[in-house]
């Protein structure tokens, strides 16, 4: 990219908690020319950012933070009390994982914030600090505002408290983080606010003020929103089935008007990712909490958990009962470009292959071993590289044998469905969930492909009825 010099190189700004986003983040702004300090708990893994090395597998990540780390604009540390001196305001970029019935499990973000507010106390001059992490309306202004002035003993005139959510999605966080949309920044004190306008001065994105509930809000409301088009593409696609359509012709008709959006109207095996479901829920529990009922948020999540019946209904449909069945599944991760597994559908999809007595053989070209880890967890003693499920390290072995393979994450690499992998097959029957496999694989003698979303044309009692007095007796 180039480089503007603009007014982000004279800022001099730290991120606390050095995940996916906080680095992501962090990189952002020494690559728009900021002086950036990254501090996480983990020395682990700030050893590993300060070597070049990205703790995580993400798109340019890795060269990005071997570029900004040779320009000298951004540095990591092991000391929160150096940061915070050398810095003029501290992003705090902490995750806020799924707590009980539904809420979020604030203490990673407030024992942060404590541990900043300590480190505030031996502060001269303004500071800002920046909550990033997704956090329920009213969290900054209630709870970590208080926090942080309580502990560090900082008033007003010394200590600004500012939201600003991040919308970087896996797999381009990179991208969404040098090149973001629009920045929302919620905010009260104008001298926060001018150091935050001054640290996105470069970004060159649209600057939308609100205050730091407004600006929680937004993130909610963002998530939840293409969550719904998500949901309600899959309930589409259903239909696209029964009617003998196609759900990608008719959803990209329908967003070709600009009021709806051409975007989160592919139809799938359902969302998942760390963000969609633990954020409706939360802001559906936030909701009731304030006397809201939000039905579209609620709705939203059934319509996704029943999208994995339905695969499951079209893999019964496309290859028989599968009791006693061998079916390989076909990706792991939540989507293509990153090996996180977190609320991925294939965890639902494979539990429910393995209720109907099939027996799973799972592949995945980057998270098999995530989705291993995580499987064996949440299945103490369960089924595990024994006979119902095995952890397939090539697709030629996941296929051997089976009855049915379901392509669960549209992987490039899958697409490209040499003749050899159906001669692996008992029976090449493919269940392609995210309509992925161009029509010189699915036009191919000895495979049959059903795809998720596109129809046969089989309408259930002969179709939609006709006008009154049109149906035939
Ligand atoms: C999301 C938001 O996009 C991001 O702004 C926010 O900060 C975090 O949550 P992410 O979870 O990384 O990002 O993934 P995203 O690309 O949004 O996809 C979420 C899920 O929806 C995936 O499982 C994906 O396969 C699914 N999806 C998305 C569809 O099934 N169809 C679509 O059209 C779009």
């Known amino acids: 990219m180039t480089r503007r010099r603009g007014p982000t190189g004279s800022a001099r700004i730290g991120v606390s908690g050095l995940g996916y986003m906080g680095l992501a983040t962090a990189l952002s702004f020494s690559a728009h020319g900021g002086s950036v300090i990254g501090y996480d708990v983990n020395r682990e893994v700030t050893d590993r950012i300060a070597h070049g090395r990205s703790p995580y597998h993400e798109a340019g990540l890795e060269s990005l933070l071997s570029r900004e780390l040779s320009s000298g604009r951004f540095r990591v540390v092991g000391d929160l009390a150096e940061m915070v001196a050398e810095t003029e305001g501290v992003f705090l970029c902490l995750p806020t994982p799924a707590g009980a019935r539904g809420r979020i499990d604030l203490r990673p973000v407030t024992s942060g914030a404590r541990q900043l507010g300590k480190a505030l106390r031996r502060t001269e001059g303004h500071r800002t600090v920046v909550i990033k992490s997704t956090v329920v309306p009213g969290t900054t202004e209630r709870v970590l505002e208080p926090e942080l002035r309580r502990v560090s003993g900082l008033g007003t005139d010394r200590l600004g408290v500012a939201a600003n959510p991040e919308f970087l999605a896996e797999g381009s966080m990179v991208r969404d983080a040098l090149r973001p949309e629009r920045i929302v920044l919620g905010v009260n004190d104008p001298r926060s606010r001018g150091w935050l306008r001054r640290v996105y001065r470069s970004f060159g994105a649209p600057v939308l003020e609100l205050s730091p509930t407004g600006a929680e809000l937004v993130k909610y409301a963002s998530n939840a929103f293409l969550a719904l088009k998500v949901s309600f593409a899959n309930e589409i696609s259903r239909m696209a089935e029964r009617l003998g359509t196609h759900v990608d012709d008719v959803m990209a008709a329908t967003g070709a008007d600009p009021r709806i959006g051409s975007k989160f109207l592919r139809a799938g095996p359902g969302f998942g990712g760390s963000c969609f479901e633990k954020d409706l829920r939360a802001l559906v529990t936030c909701a009731r909490d304030l006397g809201v009922r939000l039905r579209t948020g609620e709705t939203t999540l059934t319509v996704n958990a029943e999208q994995t019946h339905h695969a499951l209904?079209?893999?019964?449909?496309?290859?028989?009962?599968?009791?006693?069945?061998?079916?390989?599944?076909?990706?792991?991760?939540?989507?293509?470009?990153?090996?996180?597994?977190?609320?991925?559908?294939?965890?639902?999809?494979?539990?429910?292959?393995?209720?109907?007595?099939?027996?799973?053989?799972?592949?995945?070209?980057?998270?098999?071993?995530?989705?291993?880890?995580?499987?064996?967890?949440?299945?103490?003693?369960?089924?595990?590289?024994?006979?119902?499920?095995?952890?397939?390290?090539?697709?030629?072995?996941?296929?051997?044998?089976?009855?049915?393979?379901?392509?669960?994450?549209?992987?490039?690499?899958?697409?490209?469905?040499?003749?050899?992998?159906?001669?692996?097959?008992?029976?090449?029957?493919?269940?392609?969930?995210?309509?992925?496999?161009?029509?010189?694989?699915?036009?191919?003698?000895?495979?049959?492909?059903?795809?998720?979303?596109?129809?046969?044309?089989?309408?259930?009692?002969?179709?939609?009825?006709?006008?009154?007095?049109?149906?035939?007796?």
């Open 313 to 473: 209904e079209l893999a019964r449909q496309a290859a028989g009962p599968l009791h006693d069945r061998t079916v390989a599944v076909l990706g792991l991760s939540f989507k293509p470009g990153t090996d996180d597994v977190r609320e991925s559908r294939a965890f639902p999809l494979v539990t429910g292959l393995l209720k109907d007595g099939a027996r799973a053989r799972v592949h995945d070209p980057v998270a098999l071993g995530r989705f291993r880890e995580a499987w064996k967890l949440g299945h103490p003693g369960g089924p595990g590289n024994g006979e119902s499920l095995v952890f397939a390290s090539s697709v030629p072995s996941a296929l051997e044998g089976a009855d049915l393979a379901i392509l669960h994450t549209d992987w490039p690499e899958y697409r490209a469905w040499p003749r050899s992998w159906t001669d692996r097959m008992r029976q090449g029957v493919v269940l392609d969930l995210r309509r992925s496999l161009p029509a010189s694989v699915t036009t191919r003698a000895r495979l049959k492909v059903v795809a998720l979303g596109v129809g046969n044309g089989s309408m259930p009692n002969g179709g939609p009825a006709g006008p009154p007095g049109s149906r035939r007796p």
